[in-house]
């Protein structure tokens, strides 16, 4: 979570590309289609993407609500927590109809468990069942998860088996270039994970090694869409609307996944949607909306985990609700020291009558 939220400290201005800075005004002449995952039409073609600590079913329903993406997807949840019936993991089985099309990531290296996970998802409700295998933290990789499949190709053939037979739903994988550029590994992986049943890959293009250091490789996601016949959507550096036509025009690739854009901002997928099916660049929302988004979301999550708890793990998102705006370092500095939500609100309505944003 830490380094997601460092990697938003930058700054950044309206609609900034690191591809296309200075075409703000550009329209394009560019209408989307919807993609298919299995029988689930994915449209607009813009995916929220599964973050830890980030997208609970309180963020998720305000990133449909303001973002309205074709597909948002869960935290990775641990199929070993859900084996042994974790409370704290069962209470992340908090998707709600509203949400749907919804996409439930496991993460796992154990094809006998992550098969048995799978099918208690889909008898909760998933839609469909993606597997992780991009998350480079230390402490999934250690137990042969997450991007550590991406070196191990066996083990990685053996859960992606295991779940397909398992569950009805459509089956996707969300994954890295390969462990580290000596080992580029999704291609090959791809191509033989298709024969076994899966329907569409998410591909970020960087490798785990680098997290979320350097740019990513787009040209690799367009290799990937070159060789196999499912759908792919394009992950790593799409902050934008320009950076998603981007993406799309030089790689092919059938959607695109927004991750820490969407953090402290859902309105970023509505705007990146609206623009792949008009060509047109919405305006930011004013001040006054973000705020109101900004309560909105600790109030709801408040409900759910109790006000404290709500408030302590939003400490880092709420301030980049105003982020880039006059007073927002002030804000800031105030949030991060909040203990209750009154005290956010205190904070963010002075923000707001020190700007013109009312």
């Not at 902050?239 to 981007?246: G, H, N, V």
């Not at 060509?279 to 979301?297: F, K, N, S, T």
């Not at 006000?307 to 705006?325: D, N, S």
Request: charged share 20%.
């Amino acid at each position: 979570m830490s380094n997601l939220l460092s990697s938003l400290n930058e700054p950044t201005g309206r609609y900034k590309s690191r591809r296309h800075a200075g075409e703000a005004a550009m329209v394009v002449k560019f209408r989307c289609s919807p993609f298919q995952i299995g029988n689930t039409s994915i449209y607009p073609p813009v995916v929220l993407a599964p973050m830890a600590d980030v997208t609970n079913g309180v963020f998720r329903r305000l990133v449909k609500k303001v973002g309205k993406p074709g597909l948002v997807c869960t935290e990775q949840i641990s199929t070993y927590a859900i084996h042994y019936r974790n409370q704290k993991t069962l209470n992340m089985f908090d998707w709600q109809l509203e949400e749907h099309p919804l996409s439930v990531q496991l993460f796992g290296g154990n094809p006998e468990i992550m098969a048995e996970a799978a099918r208690i998802v889909e008898e909760a409700g998933a839609g469909i069942v993606d597997i992780n295998m991009g998350c480079w933290v230390p402490k999934v990789c250690r137990t042969g998860a997450g991007a550590a499949l991406l070196r191990d190709e066996e083990s990685a053939l053996k859960v992606v088996e295991a779940v397909v037979n398992a569950v009805n739903v459509p089956v996707t994988v969300k994954m890295r270039l390969g462990w580290d550029y000596s080992h580029l590994t999704s291609i090959p992986l791809a191509k033989e994970m298709e024969r076994l049943g899966v329907a569409a890959f998410t591909l970020h293009a960087r490798t785990a090694s680098q997290g979320y250091e350097g740019s990513a490789d787009w040209s690799w996601i367009r290799r990937l869409k070159e060789s196999v016949s499912v759908p792919v959507i394009g992950n790593g550096d799409v902050r934008t609307p320009l950076d998603a036509i981007a993406m799309i025009r030089e790689t092919g690739c059938d959607g695109v996944m927004v991750g820490r854009a969407a953090i402290g901002a859902p309105w970023a997928l509505r705007q990146i949607g609206h623009y792949l099916e008009t060509g047109e660049l919405l305006p930011d929302p004013l001040p006054a909306e973000r705020v109101g988004w900004a309560m909105e979301h600790v109030r709801r999550l408040a409900e759910e985990w109790g006000e404290v708890q709500a408030v302590t793990h939003l400490r880092g998102q709420l301030p980049l609700y105003v982020k880039g705006l006059p007073g927002a370092a002030r804000a800031r500095a105030e949030i991060v020291a909040a203990k209750t939500i009154a005290e956010v609100e205190s904070c963010l309505r002075i923000f707001l009558e020190s700007s013109d944003g009312q």
